[in-house]
């Protein structure tokens, strides 16, 4: 992917200047509801200022005070736990606009590559996606809006109001309407639940999270979407999702997009699905975070899939809707023929011939009431602009320096007003030679993004059209279809890019028809389950094998895609593999003579 280099750049920009107003001194307090008022009026008695109050726990803020003081000061035998309340924030790195959707249903790629529209949504059966973000802006028309509702809150204000276009982003990946303009989404009118956590400034709390998530569940949301993260685990969180789980629910998050193998939260707890994102050519986007599925050292070491990126899905360059005239959409003709663009700031419509001003690096006279061409690269993109403007230029085309499209923005503050595009570098030639350019900018109701945050709606939306196809399933066997019949992806077999690969509709659909979940047609209603632990006996590699959830008096233990052996179904079993060294070795247990089997497990030695 050839816009790696700058999104990373800008989200690392991103995140500083958010997490520079982030409150470091809240957390979160665990008590029994009939003790609450008690431990509040403590808390409040020590300075705390209390922030959040939901089911069994409350948030408060305690000025310049830090953990371990604040343990020993509330002292108080109903606290059962107090805890770190942790960051949480959007995952989006970068937005380019470079198509109208006003006036034509545009259908974005990742529809075509995961299979939606190969699989009809059956909005019969009442599946609902509870969506965490920054809110669900009402003024984008593009939305059954009589499906959706949502919960407002008194710290981020109403639900059908913007907290910035991520959420508004997100929603329509998952559910924009199939009305003959716009976008389509993934399942297309699905009904929907809005919980705005996100402030303005971008960010809110593991505790706003937890909240989030008892608040779906009494929506009777079937499916959580969170396109959102952040470092460090948190317990009251976790069982939050982990009682979503458990009462048959799927929570999705991204993965995070900073490239690199850190676990971001909540998609590193088991109870939630982590998704990771890919680009239109099936390769892995260079910021999708890939986590290790290893736990635990030595003997204990073992490979834990729930952990780390289970499947992936479209979110480079993601089309999807924008609260109305907040998004840019760019035009570019050199002589009469168009050439692909990408907006990046300041409406317009100009045409004059071009001037090249090379790297755009000083003012150059020769510009005057033309439209200047200018090479990326030695200054800023805002710096290129303002020089062209006060060249007396009245649009400005920044050339790639590199093979393909770039995404960028002139930054805060924009001090330039003529309209801005980005072109590819195989157009330069055209643009240069043309005698004449019109570049035209305009207000849009859609545009693009790019992240884990695109991804993660777009597995959201498949398993709504796929559970709406198959309403006997529970949120684990959704999440097992989508596992098993994901298009590999990278290396050959799973990994910790792709996890099991880029999910596909129609596959999964397929697979819940042959595997049909208990009230769907028969079939086993349970889940399978299987953990493997590798170690050496005197530097002989083995491996521990326990599984449950197959039936049948014996399984097939298969190593690599082949049997290894023929065993009783008591649900463990020890496999020397009889040679010293390093070595991959992938596993899976399945009744014997069927296709009822665990999901694979990997070790490394």
Known sequence: MKLSSLTVCIALSFTASVYAEIDNHRYIIQVDNGHKGVVKALAKQLGGEIKLDSDGFFAASFNGTDLSTLKGLLNNPHIKLIEQDHPRKAFNLFNDDIGDAMSQQLTPYAVYQSQVNQVLFDGNTGIKVCVIDSGLDQSNNDFVWGNIDGTNDSGTGNWYEQGGPHGTHVAGTIGAADNGFGVVGMAPGVLMHIVKVFNASGWGYSSSLAHAANVCAAAGANIINMSLGGGGASSTESAAFENFASAGGLSVAAAGNDGNSVRSYPAGYSSVMMIGANDANNQIASFSQFPSCETGRGKKRKQDETICVEVTAGGVDTLSTYPAGTA?????????????????????????????????????????????????????????????????????????????????????????????????????????????????????????????????????????????????????????????????????????????????????????????????????????????????????????????????SSVDIYRNGTVVNLVSNNGEYTDNIGVKGGGSYTYKVCETGTNQCTTEQSVVF
């Not at 050199?334 to 004059?352: K, L, R, Y």
């Open 328 to 552: 840019s959409t760019a035009a570019v003709l050199a002589d009469g023929f168009g050439v692909a663009s990408s907006a990046m700031e300041n409406t317009g419509d100009e045409t004059a011939a071009p001037h090249f001003m090379g790297l755009g690096d000083s003012v150059d006279n020769g510009a005057n009431g033309k439209v200047c061409v200018i090479d990326r690269g030695s200054i800023s993109f805002h710096d290129k602009a303002l020089n062209c403007q006060n060249s007396g230029g009245i649009a400005a085309v920044i050339v790639n320096n590199e093979a393909g499209l770039f995404s960028g923005t002139l930054g805060t503050p924009n001090n330039t007003n003529i309209p801005t595009v980005g072109v590819a570098f195989e157009d330069r030639s055209q643009v240069l030679n043309a005698l004449s350019i019109r570049v035209k900018v305009g207000a849009s109701d859609y545009g693009y993004m790019s992240g884990t945050s695109m991804a993660t709606p777009a597995v959201a939306g498949v398993a709504a059209l796929v559970w709406s196809n198959h309403p006997d399933c529970s949120g684990e066997d959704i999440r097992r279809a989508l596992k098993a019949s994901a298009l590999d992806g990278g290396a050959a077999g799973k990994d910790v890019y792709f996890g099991y690969g880029i999910v596909q509709a129609k596959a999964a659909d397929d697979y819940l028809i042959a595997n049909p979940c208990g009230g769907d047609g028969g079939g086993d209603s349970g889940t399978t389950d299987l953990n493997i632990t590798g170690y050496k006996v005197r530097g002989v590699q083995h491996v521990d094998l326990v599984w449950s959830g197959i039936s049948g």
